[in-house]
Nanobody, 122 residues
Framework: QVQLVESGGGLVQAGGSLRLSCAAS????????MGWYRQAPGKQRDLVAN???????NYADSVKGRFTISRDNAKNTVYLQMNSLKPEDTAVYYC????????????????WGQGTQVTVSS
């Protein structure tokens, strides 16, 4: 019904930058919160940043001042600009969105992208 497709991951040296993109498509009626999570090997999946209703942005403490989340509602796309990357930012980054689809308009359903690998070398 709804697909989230991420792009922009890759390999970068410490101190470098990457920009992740996530486009939502399919039977979309309304998109609520959109955001990014990450999961390193052997660790749980944690919130990196999200944009909730009204445009409020939330960031994990570890990325504040380095990462910036933004959103283009006309394109159903969320971005994550990552600057001053550190080796500890290495993880698979997952896009997340709460969507009211045209098939089920009365409630939000959570969707996940397939993940994109970000590797930061020291």
């Amino acid at each position: 019904q709804v697909q989230l497709v991420e792009s922009g991951g890759g390999l970068v040296q410490a101190g470098g930058s990457l920009r992740l993109s996530c486009a939502a498509s399919g039977s979309i009626f309304v998109i609520g919160a959109m955001g990014w999570y990450r999961q390193a090997p052997g660790k749980q999946r944690d919130l990196v940043a999200n944009i909730v209703g009204g445009g409020t942005k939330n960031y994990a403490d570890s990325v504040k001042g380095r990462f910036t989340i933004s959103r283009d509602n006309a394109k159903n796309t969320v971005y994550l600009q990552m600057n001053s990357l550190k080796p500890e930012d290495t993880a698979v980054y997952y896009c997340n969105a709460d969507v009211r689809s045209t098939l089920v308009t009365y409630k939000y359903t959570e969707y996940w992208g397939q993940g994109t690998q970000v590797t930061v070398s020291s």
